[in-house]
């Protein structure tokens, strides 16, 4: 099928774009400026992770999704929890990258599936000043999954290379390599449909892509999704969609400090107007939901700062090497916390993660004996 924006009314547009511009644009240059802005960032990866899969019609729990992104699993996990543990490392490889890397051909090539995943940039060594004056170097360990798992498709890339070229034998014809890439790139006929010619699609929504250059950004974003929802490109990754757009946004500079979370938002607008007939109807319920993101970013940003204020009021009189500050750092970068999270992270016992949990006074979350969880008030 082909999408034209020829007919397209962008004056019933322009309004909510604008809208949905300026709060966009409000929050990402209060995350710049933010004391809490690592923790925010992190927190709108699982957010938007799990709010992908409730979309979808599948639910995942957030608190599941850090446990198993922190390898705590209580219980075996499901298909959707593992598909959300992907949206979240899709979403950290885009944010970590340079902005126009997921649109161009090697960074849309690794997210729709067509090349290994390039090695995830070492995480720069940032340094946190403890009471008292002295700074302590802390590793960034949000991108240690990511940065293995790179390594691992790495690994197997080279090795598929040397098996490959041990079975082709000096006197293997061309012909016979090609064969084997074809057969090698045949996709099960149980899962997937023959006749969804991916490749093509995905040129396809790139022309529409091109089509709307010149627009407003978010009219611009609109109209990708849009696009990419018509269309269908891949079978079995409709929220590859929302993640593209939002790496547009960022490529376009409207957000620079953030990968906008834009299933958040998307969970407040009625499915009927989300899938309404009329194309303008969708354009203008995307665009409400790109400020229903924003909306909800500056709530929880908010309430972020607030409290690590109350936070940091247990800092003081406290000695330079407190593992307090860390501890903050970690809790405000995720939803919650274990006590098992904070002695893999911070190399404590089993009884000093608690004491620094009660020194805290962390909400308890789960309410349970065992398996216990705390997170912000």
Known sequence: MSYRIESLVTEQLFGPAMRATEA?????ERIARSPVAKGFVE?????????SLWLDGDLVHVEDLVLHDAHMDLRAPTHELTRAHEILRLRRQI??????????????????????????????????????GDAEEDDDGDDRLS??????DAALGRAQAVLDKALAGPQASSDDASRRSEAADE????????DWDEPERLAEWQAALAASEGLPALVRAAIAYDAWTAIAPLQHAPWLGRLLVAALLRQSAT?????????????????????ARDRTTRLVAFLDGVYETAAAGMKEH????????QMDRRLKGRRSTSRLPEVIALVLSRPLVSSGMIEKELGVTTAGALNLIGELELREITGRG????????
């Open 302 to 309: 908010d309430r972020l700062v607030l409290a690590k204020a």
């Open 24 to 28: 966009l644009v409000r929050l990402d």
């Open 255 to 275: 957000t620079t400090a953030h990968l906008a979370a834009l299933h958040v938002g998307a969970r407040t607008i009625a499915r009927e107007r989300r899938f």
């Open 187 to 194: 996709k099960n006929p149980l899962i997937y449909d023959a």
């Open 370 to 377: 065992r398996y216990r969880a705390w997170g912000v008030i």
């Open 147 to 152: 940065a293995e798992l790179a390594a691992l």
């Open 95 to 132: 944010l970590s990258n340079r902005p126009d890397w997921a649109l161009g051909r090697e960074g849309f090539s690794v997210l729709c599936g067509r090349g290994a995943a390039p090695a995830v940039p070492k995480p720069q060594r940032q340094v946190a000043t403890h009471q008292g």
């Open 43 to 51: 927190r709108s990866h699982f957010a938007d992770a799990a709010s």
